[in-house]
């Protein structure tokens, strides 16, 4: 026994007179005072270190006052009451613990199983997780302690998993704690804390392509990417967003949406969008849209040649006969298409007005063409996006022999078209006897006879010896072989001094000389392939189109000047015009985009509103 209270009630002392308390024989407890407004009264008592030996029998407790109980000190016809208690000491031990699971998710249900030390002990058991934490009583006889983990624990997550703890108290009877002891378990968040996406939409951008025809084109069309709705669960938030998918792939910490690039990959294209939020976990979600493939008009097949008023092939004939092949993407019938050929005389400046063509069909047309006059014809196939073009010569009649008007060409196998000059069909062959003469000039035939100015022979070493030109031994001093000047026709060049970094060329008697040119110069000309002076003379084919359209700062003008057929970008300009007053106000600028050699769009700057009417003209070649 470590201490007794004594607890007095329901009486009324003597006032001013002391009162004590004596339990058994064990020494005294102490004193209190009492006077006539106090009725209650208690003292703990603090006793001997014999009476812990007390092994059975009666302790006595008595109340003495310093007065005789006639004095009215102590009246017990007032209902005096009288408690002693008595607590005796514990000597358990801590209880211990087992855990139903090791891991468990928000949401899960999780228990504690406690193996108590004693049947009088109760217990305390606190679920813990960072600040969080949630505590049970479990009275005596009590041996399991459930739980389940809250959805605000998230909050104390910062990764996917975290450590909690449930610590087990152990209390005597009178609540003292004696030990504890806890135990580990991780919490994951499992899928109840992935982020949510609301909705992930795509919105076509037509850039070149008319927004009528709404479709997706094949390098023409780009697709803006939106995610909305987005958000974090569980306390977390959306920390970035991705897009990937046509050959594209973009992040970004805080932007929601994304435009691509022009879309490369055909038919059907899928988007995929991920957010991630800031515990690291991801959600996605897929759209996939259709892009038409498209490939621009190309040329197959082109084929010009004189004719008369039938079709039939004639060096004097005043018509041309043109035809034409060339590959479309139809877009399902919404890419329109176009196919015309211009002709002129070689070295005049101007081509005719151009005339529309049948794909793959051949066209007699009245050009006009007189006497021996060389022409040219000039074919484009374009559609809603591109174009190409050709320039070819007007070809020659079949003939076996032909001499031109005026004696002034004579041609085998083809109608001539040089002056001054004997012509051969490229796809004829000449023959001295049996010797391929055009394929021994070019190396690839026979051998030319040195009576006939041949060399006979089909290596240079056979012809140095026919030649008589490399005597098997020679007899020449050092001297002899490195002094002077090798003349041309022994491979030397004829001369001892030639100006560096200079072109070459011949003199009348055929040395080597140096020309003006310098290597600069002739660098000029290394990507050069066709006629230069011909190009110059095309640039002066100026070409015009121009329309009337209506703007506003919401709505674009889409101006169509394909039919002037530019081979180049052609400058375009736009003005503001009235056939009545002016209007006043400040219109906005005037801006001009997506221009190409057919078309462009046209819209005015800012937010005005109010539609007004523009002049616009397209000029180049």
Not at 9 to 33: C, H, P, Q, W
Not at 229 to 238: D, F, K, N, V
Not at 361 to 374: C, D, P, S, V, Y
Not at 418 to 429: L, T
């Amino acid at each position: 026994m470590t201490g007794a209270t004594l607890t007095v009630s329901s009486f009324r002392a003597y006032s001013g007179k002391g009162t004590y308390l004596t339990l058994g024989g064990y020494g005294s407890t102490g004193t209190f005072a009492q006077n006539e407004a106090v009725h209650s009264a208690t003292v703990s008592a603090t006793v001997a270190a014999s009476i812990l030996s007390f092994s059975g029998g009666t302790i006595s407790l008595t109340v003495n006052t310093t007065q005789a109980s006639s004095g009215n000190q102590l009246n017990f016809r007032e209902s005096c009451v009288l408690t002693l208690t008595v607590h005796y000491a514990e000597t358990a031990t801590s209880s211990t613990g087992s855990l139903s699971k090791t891991t468990a998710a928000i949401g899960d249900s999780i228990s504690l199983t406690i193996n108590p030390s004693s049947g009088t002990v109760s217990h305390r058991v606190v679920w813990s997780l960072g600040s969080y934490s949630t505590p049970f009583t479990i009275p005596a006889g009590g041996s399991i302690c459930s739980f389940i983990i809250p959805e605000t624990w998230a909050n104390a997550i910062s990764g996917s998993t975290a450590t909690a703890y449930a610590t087990l108290h152990t209390l005597d009877s009178w609540g003292t704690q004696i030990g504890s002891t806890y135990y580990t378990f991780t919490v994951t968040l499992a899928g109840a804390a992935s982020p949510t996406i609301g909705s992930f939409t795509a919105t076509r951008v037509d850039g070149d392509v008319p927004a009528g025809w709404g479709v997706y084109v094949q390098g023409k069309s780009k697709v803006m990417l939106t995610i909305t709705g987005a958000a974090g669960s569980l306390g977390s938030s959306i920390s970035s967003y991705k897009f990937s998918g046509g050959g594209y792939s973009w992040s970004s910490s805080g932007e929601n949406s994304y435009m691509t690039g022009f879309l490369s990959v055909a038919g059907d294209v899928t988007f995929t969008a991920t957010v991630t939020d800031t515990r690291n976990n991801t959600a996605t979600k897929t759209l996939t849209i259709h892009v038409m493939e498209y490939a621009p008009p190309a040329l197959t097949s082109v084929n010009g040649f004189r004719c008369q008023e039938n079709g039939t092939a004639s060096e004097t004939g005043g018509y041309l006969a043109v035809r034409v092949a060339a590959t479309f993407t139809s877009l399902d019938g919404k890419n329109k298409q176009m196919m015309a050929v211009q002709y002129r005389q070689i070295g005049t400046d101007e081509w005719a007005l151009a005339v529309s063509l049948v794909n793959g069909e051949q066209k007699i047309i009245n050009a006009g063409f007189t006497g021996a006059n060389r022409y040219e014809f000039y074919v484009i196939a374009i559609d809603e996006f591109a174009s190409i073009t050709r320039t070819a010569d007007v070809a020659a009649a079949q003939y076996t022999m032909h001499m031109a008007t005026g004696g002034l060409n004579v041609s085998f196998g083809k109608a001539g078209k040089r002056p001054n000059a004997v012509e051969i069909s490229e796809d004829w062959k000449l023959y001295h006897g049996d010797t391929d003469v055009l394929a021994a000039i070019g190396g690839t035939g026979g051998t030319v006879p040195i009576t006939k100015g041949g060399t006979g022979a089909t290596t240079a070493a056979g012809a140095l010896t026919n030649l008589g030109a490399a005597p098997a031994v020679h007899n020449h001093s050092a001297d002899s072989i490195t002094a002077g000047v090798l003349a041309v026709a022994r491979g030397g060049t004829g001369t001892s001094a030639l100006t560096a970094s200079r072109a070459v060329m011949t003199t009348a008697t055929g040395t080597l000389t140096t020309a003006n040119v310098t290597a600069a110069q002739l660098g000029y000309l290394s990507d050069v392939t066709r006629n230069i002076q011909m190009q110059l003379d095309s640039k002066s084919s100026l070409k015009l189109a121009h329309g009337t359209a209506t703007i506003d700062g919401n709505n674009a003008a889409y101006i169509n000047y394909s039919s002037a057929a530019f081979m180049y970008m052609p400058y375009v300009v736009a003005t503001y015009c009235t056939t009545g007053a002016n209007w006043s106000g400040d219109n906005g600028a005037i801006k001009i985009y997506f221009k190409t050699t057919t078309s462009a769009q046209i819209i005015v700057g800012g937010s005005f509103s109010s539609p007004r009417t523009i002049d616009w003209i397209a000029l180049g070649w």
